[in-house]
Structures are given as structure tokens and as C-alpha cells.
């Protein structure tokens, strides 16, 4: 492939397939991580909160766990959101795809100087550009990150490159600078810089490595202490990397096993076999960067120094596809390189089935992409024991009101993620939604233990409470669900419903289901909404009801102890608490209740509701 002018027909040609490929992505919807991130984020609804975007961390995700500093990542979500008139998926997709086609053009104004083909060139964008492992950067609109920090680099190459004059000013660092604000990652900017003008130049480099040190210190300053990047152990997850190197290889050529939730577990032991292959790789990888001509050897280290910052610093999950973005770069421009110099006339003809392969796998990841229902279920037909997969899945026919299949995909995924808080959350939101009571406090309690700093495991628990009208626990548990996230607006909405509900209309209430429905969860509801309206005799009654039907109900002996706390009668508020330990060891509201009142009884001072 010698080098020549493309003519246009071929820019065309390329230009068409990449269109192709992705024309059946802009109606996908919003997944993931899009959902805190974009969906229920009020922040990026007003452009006027964009000076916050630089200095408050809270205005990327409505979730503490998950706030990270990217003010221009979430500046680009806030000008969608404003330019669409809304959660328009098809302007963010727009947005995304447009950056995307840049991102191509800066490639090929880079390769046809390393490759020395202008056919060449355009071959290895068209390949970066149809791959499918690229789709998920694509279609994944809050991953747009990945797509913003590697255009930065792809720019600065190119500006440093073909701008000499421009160099002692560092115009060349501006696109770097804006994309480190858009996902740290960029920051391996550097090092890829010093591999492109060579060990005997580092001199060059030293503004780059200045500028992107301080930017990764500014990030490590902004984000916040909530975030909580995983829970893999970081020797674990190390040890683990080679492997997913040798996995991304693979992908390149051969991306049939992409998911979006691939649920490799990290390895525990260096010794394990797959993890020997991995170094093995990684060992065979660093021998071909050292032996292979310069444009291999460059895209190779690319490919190795792109996958460094999700190599080293220890995230939830050990991988995922869309962090193949930056690294194909790279691999697609090394392999082209080997292949250019054995070029053959017959090859063009195998290249051209190649990128319509491509295509076609594309079209069809962005048709996984679609819906929420159709993503999950791709990951649990790809993702064999993928507990997190399958819970999604479950989470997803909840919301179609497929509670007994939801069930059963719930209950699968216990099976690989026994000790997991969410998956214990949504699997008493299922029980609760078929009545089966039991079972739904059961997990609300579990999910409280496994994970205790999780708003949502208080505020589902307390929504149900609310739903089988055990109103003042419903109160208790909103409240702790915004004393760990303060901006819980429908814990905050929950609340001030059942805070605001009159005690007339709360007695009404409790009665006509009873009359529908004699239980004694329906009787402890009536006897609450008594004590709310101070008719103690009647919540006494009420209580005891319930316990004629139900003799070993805890919750009803901390009703009648709450009562008799409210009437002063220390000793039968001691009585009936320690009854509802006895028949409930863990049942932290009783034993508040007896300890509270102890202490009345030994000290004289006003009482409180401990309901």
C-alpha cells in the first residue's frame, strides 16, 4: 500500500459504513450508571448550575458512592439536556456520535504521518470506527468520557505534530487539559507522548507530564470522600489485569463475547493459571514492543499505557468493554502497521469482508443497546454466573410487573452474590409487591446489615413499611435514609406524605383495610394510626388483636411498649419490649425502646416517641 491521495469516493465509502453501522443507535435509551448520572440529575437540567460543574463533585451523580470531579463530561450532559428540551436520548446519541466522526478524522490526520499510506490510514480508522467493541463507548452516554479523554490525546499528537511553532506555547495541551476534565484517564497523555517523539527527546515532554501530574492531583484533591471506587482487594485486582489485557487482545480480533457486565471475578492468587497467562502475555507483549518496527512498536505501547489507569487503580469491576476505547487505538494502528509492508492486491478484498463484518456486529451491538430489557438479558445469556447480571435483569421485568419471572432471576443471582445489599433491597421489593411479607422484611433487614451506609436499602424498606401501613417504622427508616444521603428526594417526598398525613385520616384509613383485609399486619397498622391520634386505649386493642392472631408478632409487643411509654408505665413498656427481644434477638427498635425505657424509669424526664 503505497502512499498516494485517497480519492473521494473512498473517504465516501468509509464515511457511509460508519453511518451505517451506527444509524439504528440514536433511538437506544439511557442504562446504567446513565440513570444517576443523567436521568434523575437535576443538576445538569439548568445551565445555570455550570460554574458548579467545576467546583462541586455532587453535580455528577445524585449517588455519594459515585461523585467524581468531571466538569466538562457533565457540562456536555447539561448542553444535551438543554438542546434536546429534555431526557431526549436521541440528542445525547447525537452529541456522543458527532465527537465520535472528529475523533476518526484526528486519527487518520495522525496515522497517514506514522503509517505512511493515506489507504492505510483510512483502512484503520474504518476498522477503529465499525469495531464493535466500540459501540458501548458509543451507545453508553455517561461513559462519553472514555470517548472525550482519548479524542484529548488523539489531538494533542496531532496539534503537536503538525503545529511545530505552536508547541513552545503548549497550545498543543489545551485538548489534553479539557479532556483530563472530562475523565482522568487522559492523563496517560504523557507517557504516550514520550513513546511518539522517543527516549532521546524526553526533554519535549516535560510540560505534558507537568500539566498532566498536576490536573491528577487536582483530581485526587476534588473528589469527594464518599466515592467509593470498589471492593476488590487491590492486590486481587492487579494481579488480575494481565489477563483482562490478554482478553482485550482478544477482542479486537475476535469481539464475539462483548457484554455489558462481563462479571470476571478477580483472581486471589498470582499462581492461578489464567492469571500465568495473563503475564505470559503481558511478558510476550513487552518483547514485541521492544523487537517491532516503530509504528508497531508505538501502537503497542499505546495499547499498553491506555490500559494503565484502569490497570493500576482498583475499580469495581476488573473490566469492561468500553474500556477497550483508548487502548484499540493503539492495536488498530500497530496491527495495520505490521500488516502494510506484506501488503497484497487479494488482501483488499479480504479487508473490505473485514469492515463489513465489523459493521454488522456493530448494527447488532447497538441493537443489544436498545432497551434496558434487552441489554440485561444479552448479559445474562453472555454472562454465565454473573450474580449482578442476572439481578439487573430481574430488576428490569420489576419494572414490566413481571414479578414472579423477576423472582426467579433474583433467586438465581443469589446463587454467585449471596452477601450483595442491593440484590438483597430488590429481592424485598419483589416479595413485597406479591405479598409475601415475611419474606420482604426479611431481605429489607438483610440488605440494612450488608450494606449499612446505602440510603436505598433505608428507603425501600421504609417505602414498603408505608405500603403495609406500619407508618411510624416507614417514618424512622426515611429518616435514616437521609441522614446518609441529605438529597434522597423520594425519601424526602415519602416523608413529608406520611409526616403530613392528618391522624383522623390515618384511622379511616387503617379501618377500611381491615375491613378488607383482618390480618394482623392490618391490625398493628390500626393500632399505630391510634397511637398517632393519642386514642392509647384503642392502639392497646388494636395491638393485642394482633397478637390473638399472630401470638409470637415482635412488632406488635414494640407497638404496646411504645404505648405504654407514651402513658408513663415504665415497667409495662420493660415487659412488653424485652417480650419482642425474646421473640426477635436483632430487633433494633425493641431493644431502643427498652433501654429507653430503663432509663425513664431511674431518671425523670420527658418522654419520647420511640415508635
Known sequence: MKHNSIRWWAWAAALAL???????????????????????????????????????????????????????????????????????????????????????????????????????ALFAVTWYGVHPAMAETVNYICQRGDLYSTLAIV???????????????????????????????????????????????????????????????????????????GIVPPFDYIITQPYVALRYFRSFFLPLWLTADTGLAPFTTAAAPAALAGFAFLTALLWAIWRAPRPVAFGLLWFLLALLPTAIFPLSEVENDH????????????????????????????????????????????QVWHTEESLWRDVTEKSLGNGRGLMNYGVVLMGEGRMAEAQTYLERAVQFTPNYGLLATNLGVVYGAQGKAGEAEQQFRRAIVLAPDDPGSYFFYGRWLSQVGRKNEAIAMLRLSLTKDGDHAEAETLLATLVNETPETAVAAARLELKRNPSPETYLNLSLAYAQARNYPASLSAARDALKLRPDYAEAYNDIAAIYEELHDWDRAIQAAAQALRIKPDFELARNNLLYSQKQKDVSHPPGNRR
Open 18 to 120: 460508519v453511518l451505517l453501522a451506527y444509524s439504528n443507535h440514536f433511538g437506544n435509551g439511557f442504562h446504567f450508571d446513565d440513570f444517576h448520572t443523567v436521568v434523575n440529575n437535576p443538576a445538569i437540567r439548568d445551565l445555570h448550575n455550570l460554574p458548579r460543574f467545576f467546583t462541586d463533585p455532587a453535580t455528577t451523580s445524585v449517588l455519594p458512592a459515585n461523585r467524581v470531579w468531571r466538569p466538562v463530561l457533565v457540562t456536555s450532559l447539561a448542553l444535551d439536556y438543554r438542546l434536546g428540551g429534555g431526557l431526549q436520548p436521541w440528542a445525547f446519541h447525537a452529541s456522543t456520535f458527532a465527537w465520535y466522526l472528529l475523533q476518526l478524522g484526528l486519527m487518520f490526520a495522525l496515522f497517514r504521518t506514522l503509517l505512511a499510506s493515506d489507504w492505510a
Open 155 to 229: 489531538a494533542g499528537l496531532v496539534i503537536y505534530d503538525r503545529k511545530p511553532a505552536w508547541r513552545r506555547y503548549g497550545i498543543y495541551l489545551i485538548p489534553v487539559v479539557l479532556g483530563m476534565l472530562a475523565k482522568p484517564p487522559a492523563f496517560v497523555f504523557a507517557p504516550i507522548l514520550l513513546a511518539y517523539v522517543g527516549l532521546k527527546n524526553w526533554r519535549a515532554t516535560v510540560p505534558a507530564f507537568v500539566v498532566c501530574g498536576a490536573l491528577l492531583v487536582l483530581h485526587v484533591h476534588m473528589t469527594p470522600k464518599s466515592y467509593v471506587p
Open 323 to 366: 474500556r477497550m476505547f483508548m487502548p484499540f487505538v493503539g492495536l488498530v494502528l500497530a496491527v495495520t502497521a505490521w500488516i502494510v509492508p506484506y501488503w497484497k492486491r487479494w488482501y483488499t478484498p479480504m479487508a473490505i469482508v473485514l469492515l463489513l463484518a465489523c459493521a454488522v456486529g456493530t448494527w447488532k451491538r447497538n
